[in-house]
Structures are given as structure tokens and as C-alpha cells.
């Protein structure tokens, strides 16, 4: 029996892959979604996403990655629980190896996202969505009124610092440096916004109380060792994240962090490869910016299908 030819692979099952899928299979498009796990990618972590319009009273965000598989699978998308093992990008035919045997498609679209870098500390993966966050626009709304901390001296850390600020009673920024990697005259901003910069200092300890609950952030003076505990009901970690694009980041045009090189076309360095949501090169990596990467994507791989096809009647 032949194999089957896809017009379009997503792999990765998040809101982008979901999109894509939902866009691709309306447009009669013949579409297949390989995601090792559910619906939803990294989304399905948060207990409560506020910031998705259409849901005035937020929603989960297993939920909402649910409900994505179901509109796409309702338009006509098929959605695989597989593992993919390799992935060989170039020419008119890719072609993906998976726990669930090979599949062949004509356009692939990358949703593979991107993971929070962890602050390695015991306790972490436990407490994340439940005191831990490394989103501070997605879950800094839990966290009106109270005290957090955002570890972290980059663009991404500050800029966390100052919207918790405008939400927050107390917001402390913690960095292992005496200099902020962010411009300086964010500094004098995060001087007028209130939020208190712990210097040279490193995160050592999650504090919990007998119920479990977080109830603050140990940190480590980076030169002296000596201790200081940080009251908080969150703690937001901002020291980067990792692109999870290791089965074919050596095909690709990457930049410097690992992202695909793609601008908003999606479009990759290899002809007919598309990229969505946090796992390529942009300035906002959101649920909602996510989502509409996947309806360019499918906009862009028509463009290029109908290109292969015109360029086949001519042969």
C-alpha cells in the first residue's frame, strides 16, 4: 500500500500548530498534527490564561488547547500522538520518522515551541503554575496586589519587572551581576516603577510553607555565599528559553539563541518549511501572536504549493 503523501505536516500540537491545522484543512489542504503529548504545547501548563480575547473570564489553557484540536480536527485536520525521531526538511517531499512509522508531506510547518529555561532549584517543576511562573503577561494577573520576584537581568527580565510593577504591592528584580544586561536607562525605570534590585545574587532555595505553598525565594550572595530570603507569592524566572528544534536546528538558518530565522512570512531557509510561535525568531512570543503565525504559515505554504504545481504542468 503506498504511504500517504501529506500537503501539510505541523509538528508540534500548540496554539501555532493548532492554528496552522485549522487553516490548512479548511483549505482543503490534506493535513496531519504530530504532537507527543496533548493539545496545547507549553499553553496546557497554565491554570488560567486571562489574556486570549474571546474569554472574558480567562480559561484554562488545557482547556483552550482542547478546544484548538477540536475546531481543527472538526475542519477536516488528522491529529497523531507520536514522537518524531528525525526529520529530513529539504526537497519537494519531506519526510519525518516517528514512533508511529514515517510520514511524507509536500509542506511542513514548525510549532515545536520553545521551553522555559528552569531555575534549577528543588521543588520547581512542582510549584510551576502554582507560585512559579516564566510568564509574566500570561500569570502576572494572579498576582495583583501581592509580592513577587523576577530573576533575571535581560530585556525579558526587566520588562517582566516593570509589568508586575503596575500590578504588584512589591516587586524585586534578582540579577548575578552588578549590571543589568538591559540597556541602562531601563535601570532609572525600574527606579521609578518601586522595584527593588537585589545585586549579585543568585536564586537558591524555593520557600514553602508546611502546606506547601510558596512563600518566597531564598537567594546566594554570588561572592560571600551569605543568604537572604525574599517574601513573595510568585517568582518569575526570565533567564531565557530553549528553542526545542534539535531534530533539525543543523537544516535550518538559526540565530544565535537557536531560533529559526523567520520573519512575519513564517518562511524559513528551506523552501515550503514554515515556523510559528516561540520557536522562531520574534519580538512577542504569546499565545495569540502564536495563533496567528499559523494562519500566515498556511497562507504562505498555498503560495507555495500552488508555485510546486505550476512549475510541475510546465515540466
Not at 25 to 46: F, I, K, P, Y
Not at 97 to 111: F, I, K, M
Not at 304 to 310: D, F, P, T, V
Request: charged residues 20%; negative net charge; aromatic residues 6%.
Amino acid at each position: 500500500m503506498a504511504e500517504k503523501l501529506y500537503d501539510v505536516a505541523v509538528l508540534g500540537g500548540g496554539p501555532g500548530g493548532c492554528t496552522a491545522a485549522l487553516y490548512a484543512a479548511r483549505a482543503g489542504l490534506r493535513t496531519v498534527v504530530l504532537e507527543q503529548l496533548s493539545a496545547g504545547g507549553q499553553m496546557a501548563d497554565t491554570p488560567l490564561i486571562e489574556n486570549y480575547p474571546g474569554f472574558p473570564e480567562g480559561v484554562g489553557g488545557f482547556e483552550l488547547g482542547q478546544l484548538m484540536q477540536q475546531g481543527a480536527e472538526r475542519a477536516g485536520a488528522e491529529f497523531r500522538l507520536s514522537q518524531v525521531l528525525s526529520a529530513s526538511l529539504a526537497g519537494p517531499v519531506k519526510r519525518i520518522e516517528t514512533d508511529g512509522g514515517p510520514v511524507s508531506a509536500r509542506c511542513v510547518v514548525l510549532a515545536t515551541g520553545a521551553t522555559p529555561r528552569p531555575l534549577g532549584l528543588d521543588g520547581e517543576a512542582e510549584l510551576r503554575g502554582r507560585g512559579v511562573s516564566y510568564c509574566a503577561a500570561c500569570d502576572g494577573m494572579l498576582y495583583r496586589g501581592k509580592t513577587t520576584v523576577v530573576v533575571g537581568g535581560g530585556n525579558t527580565a526587566v520588562g517582566d519587572a516593570l509589568h508586575l510593577a503596575k500590578l504588584c504591592a512589591k516587586v524585586y528584580l534578582v540579577h548575578r551581576r552588578d549590571a543589568l544586561r538591559a540597556p541602562a536607562v531601563y535601570q532609572k525605570a525600574l527606579a521609578e516603577a518601586g522595584v527593588e534590585i537585589v545585586w549579585n545574587a543568585r536564586p537558591d532555595a524555593l520557600l514553602r510553607d508546611e502546606a506547601g505553598k510558596l512563600t518566597g525565594l531564598r537567594v546566594a550572595d554570588v561572592h560571600t555565599g551569605a543568604t537572604r530570603d525574599l517574601p513573595a507569592d510568585g517568582v518569575f524566572a526570565a533567564i531565557g528559553r530553549l528553542p526545542d528544534n534539535a531534530l533539525f536546528r543543523d537544516q535550518l538558518d538559526c540565530d544565535e539563541a537557536g531560533y529559526a530565522r523567520a520573519d512575519e512570512t513564517t518562511c524559513t531557509s528551506l523552501p515550503g518549511v514554515f515556523a510559528v510561535g516561540d520557536v522562531r525568531t520574534k519580538a512577542v512570543r504569546q499565545v495569540v501572536t502564536a495563533t496567528a503565525d499559523g494562519a500566515v504559515a498556511i497562507h504562505c505554504a498555498q503560495e507555495y504549493l500552488a508555485r510546486q504545481g505550476s512549475e510541475a504542468d510546465e515540466q
